[in-house]
């Protein structure tokens, strides 16, 4: 089989749509003896959709399953007197008078999934040059150096107004950022969004560290005090308000903006159904322009990455030659 993204892949894991199950399985045997696990799911974050696939195979192979997953909701419970100290109107939710008509994809064929190989030696040139100019700080992480390389790449590709704003929604874990922290082993969805933005012509002019910059600040405004926030506010306004998320918007097309998902640190290797771990991992053929995947190349662990990347066919050329380029 093809391990580039493809349409054949819709064929190797049950439907995403009209299902109302949390999880859905779907095992393809092959004549050679391989086997493919596709599964969906809209009952977790990805990081305890991983835990629960490696626990998924500890008990096919007998063993006791650890961690053993939290289900304690009380972090969820809002504080006494509740304190709304960010915007969340707008961000996670929305009021239902505000709902948009966006840009739908009638063919699947209008945008092609293109994954892209990064080498570990490019990765470290490429976080170098992006923590350059940080003042001695910590340097920017490899998906913070990345995500900004991608950021630019795809911006220039798509030929966008200079004055246009682009944003790029990124996915923060909130179990280490919560005080008291929650385990790593709590089940459920705990993540919120940061949104790193400015206008293309910064975007494109600025150096690599101004856009770095751009995405860890986003990402660490997103604490312990913002998640409390979001908290008191879902538990207070949306209701009462009639709002609904923003993240229910059926999109085709991302564009002028950009969403990025990253699997980078998720145990996906360690799945063993008691044959040894997975050949590859990768995510289905999910054609919404602009929605990236981030995921480690291989299990052997050597550091490279692989980035599957929605674009319209017409700025795949202009991508490719740029891509490289750090």
């Given at each position: ?10 064929n190797l ?130 998906f913070e ?112 903006n950009l ?68």
């Amino acid at each position: 089989m093809s391990f580039k993204p493809s349409t054949s892949l819709l064929n190797l894991h049950p439907s995403l749509k009209g299902v109302a199950e949390l999880l859905q399985v779907q095992l393809t045997r092959f004549n050679c003896g391989s086997m493919v696990v596709g599964f969906t799911s809209h009952a977790a974050d990805g990081h305890s959709m991983s835990n629960f696939l490696v626990a998924w195979g500890q008990a096919c192979r007998g063993l006791e399953i650890s961690p053993i997953p939290s289900h304690d909701r009380a972090i969820f419970l809002p504080r006494d007197p509740s304190s709304f100290e960010f915007e969340h109107e707008g961000v996670e939710f929305m009021s239902e008078t505000l709902r948009k008509e966006y840009p739908i994809v009638n063919d699947i064929n209008d945008v092609v999934v293109h994954k892209v190989h990064f080498t570990l030696e490019f990765l470290g040139k490429l976080k170098a040059k992006a923590s350059s100019m940080n003042g001695g700080n910590k340097p920017y992480s490899t998906f913070e150096s990345l995500v900004a390389h991608l950021w630019r790449a795809i911006t220039k590709a798509r030929s966008l107004n200079n004055f246009e704003t682009t944003h790029v929604r990124i996915s923060v874990n909130g179990r280490m950022r919560l005080n008291p922290g929650v385990p790593n082993e709590y089940f459920g969805n705990l993540v919120l969004w940061a949104f790193p933005s400015t206008k293309v012509k910064d975007l494109l002019l600025e150096p690599l560290p101004y856009v770095a910059k751009l995405i860890h600040d986003a990402i660490t405004k997103v604490n312990n005090n913002y998640f409390k926030s979001f908290i008191d506010f879902a538990n207070c306004k949306v209701e009462a308000e009639n709002l609904i998320p923003t993240a229910d918007m059926n999109k085709s097309v991302l564009c002028p903006n950009l969403e990025v998902d990253s699997w980078l640190r998720f145990p996906f290797y360690d799945l063993d159904f008691g044959g040894g771990c997975p050949y590859i991992f990768m995510p289905s053929y999910f054609p919404t322009e602009g929605m990236m995947f981030l995921l480690p190349s291989s299990f052997i662990g050597d550091g490279s990455i692989d980035a599957f990347i929605p674009l319209f066919p017409d700025n795949l050329a202009s991508f490719n030659q740029i891509c490289y380029s750090d």
